[in-house]
């Protein structure tokens, strides 16, 4: 059986697709061969409507299991950089004949005071425009069904890319170490492998000792930011509180008669301090905290 192309999904919902795979089923059946029982197919009598989601399911899936493009999407292997879906289809509805909605909006006098003649005009002109609203509806929702089952495709691909993203961001770090990679034998006496087993360890050693140094300054850093947010809000009410009592001795002086050149100005705010000030007053505890620790270790060594 020839593959259905992704493209045809791109055009009608579950019930689009169950149509195509019932039709595909009919009229080219499965090949059987005698060591396997054969399939059963869809009926061709049966209305796609009529069947339940769990059936659309079914169909859909086996649809797009023997498609060529995709097959991917319903099968157990990851997701990699070549998998891709087709572009969507932006539809717009099709230049069909309008409907004359006057008639709906012009008066209609008694039915008793219309002829004969009258009353069969009317009715051949509402028929013939009811037939013209009804292509428009029947367009809409072709349209609607292409876009929905679009839809459908697009989730089922963000959802093998969250899985293939899962395993991506899951996998841990192995600690396994390729020693050999001419692939030679080693004499692990051999001054050659201690001494590569002994850079290997103080790379380690190293890599933990940068990856704590940077844990300490994310920290005095979040510190920094911290404290520049304190005293930032701290200038703010100093100088609103300094704007409130000018205002006051502003009300005290005029009411004293006295000239406003004489008066003192407005106080001005402080410009905000830069972190940088701020990461300075941080580190000296990072670095206190490093003495502090390398104090107790001597301790401790004393000690012993």
């Given at each position: 059986?020839?593959?259905?192309?992704?493209?045809?999904f791109?055009?009608?919902?579950?019930?689009t697709?169950?149509?195509?795979?019932?039709v595909?089923?009919?009229?080219?059946p499965l090949?059987?061969?005698?060591?396997h029982t054969?399939?059963?197919?869809g009926?061709?009598?049966?209305?796609?409507?009529?069947?339940?989601?769990?059936?659309?399911?079914?169909?859909?899936?086996?649809?797009l299991?023997?498609?060529?493009?995709?097959?991917?999407?319903?099968?157990?292997?990851?997701c990699?950089?070549?998998?891709?879906?087709?572009?969507?289809?932006?539809?717009?509805?099709p230049?069909?004949?309008?409907?004359?909605?006057s008639?709906?909006?012009t008066?209609?006098k008694?039915?008793?005071?219309?002829?004969r003649?009258?009353?069969?005009?009317?009715?051949?002109?509402?028929?013939?425009?009811l037939?013209?609203?009804?292509?428009?509806i029947?367009?809409?929702?072709?349209i609607?069904?292409?876009?929905?089952?679009?839809?459908?495709?697009?989730?089922?691909?963000?959802?093998?890319l969250?899985?293939a993203?899962?395993e991506k961001?899951?996998?841990?770090?192995?600690?396994?170490?390729?020693?050999?990679?001419d692939g030679?034998?080693?004499?692990?006496t051999?001054?050659?492998?201690?001494?590569?087993?002994?850079?290997r360890e103080?790379?380690k050693?190293?890599?933990?000792?940068?990856?704590?140094?940077?844990?300490?300054?994310?920290?005095?850093?979040?510190?920094?930011?911290?404290?520049?947010?304190?005293?930032?809000?701290?200038?703010?009410?100093d100088h609103?509180?300094?704007?409130?009592?000018?205002?006051?001795?502003c009300?005290?002086?005029?009411?004293?008669?006295?000239?406003?050149?004489?008066?003192?100005?407005?106080?001005?705010?402080?410009?905000?301090?830069?972190?940088k000030?701020?990461?300075?007053?941080?580190?000296?505890?990072?670095?206190?905290?490093?003495?502090?620790?390398g104090?107790?270790s001597?301790?401790d060594?004393?000690?012993h």
């Amino acid at each position: 059986m020839e593959t259905v192309s992704l493209e045809r999904f791109n055009l009608g919902t579950l019930t689009t697709l169950t149509e195509v795979s019932r039709v595909e089923t009919a009229e080219k059946p499965l090949p059987c061969t005698p060591n396997h029982t054969p399939k059963r197919t869809g009926d061709a009598s049966i209305d796609p409507s009529l069947y339940t989601p769990s059936k659309h399911m079914r169909l859909m899936t086996g649809s797009l299991a023997m498609s060529s493009s995709g097959s991917f999407l319903v099968s157990s292997a990851k997701c990699s950089s070549s998998d891709m879906i087709c572009a969507p289809v932006l539809e717009q509805p099709p230049d069909l004949p309008e409907p004359d909605w006057s008639l709906v909006e012009t008066p209609v006098k008694s039915i008793s005071l219309l002829s004969r003649e009258e009353l069969e005009e009317r009715m051949e002109s509402l028929t013939g425009n009811l037939k013209l609203a009804h292509n428009h509806i029947q367009a809409i929702r072709s349209i609607n069904e292409g876009a929905n089952a679009q839809l459908v495709i697009q989730d089922l691909y963000a959802a093998k890319l969250k899985t293939a993203l899962h395993e991506k961001d899951k996998k841990k770090s192995t600690d396994k170490t390729k020693m050999f990679e001419d692939g030679h034998g080693k004499v692990f006496t051999s001054n050659e492998v201690v001494q590569f087993i002994s850079d290997r360890e103080a790379a380690k050693v190293q890599e933990g000792d940068e990856t704590a140094q940077r844990a300490k300054d994310r920290k005095s850093k979040q510190t920094a930011k911290e404290t520049q947010a304190e005293r930032w809000e701290e200038i703010k009410r100093d100088h609103a509180a300094d704007v409130q009592q000018w205002e006051t001795n502003c009300e005290r002086w005029g009411a004293e008669g006295l000239h406003k050149r004489d008066w003192v100005s407005k106080p001005k705010r402080m410009k905000k301090p830069g972190l940088k000030e701020f990461e300075a007053t941080a580190m000296p505890s990072a670095v206190e905290e490093g003495q502090s620790d390398g104090e107790c270790s001597e301790n401790d060594d004393g000690e012993h």
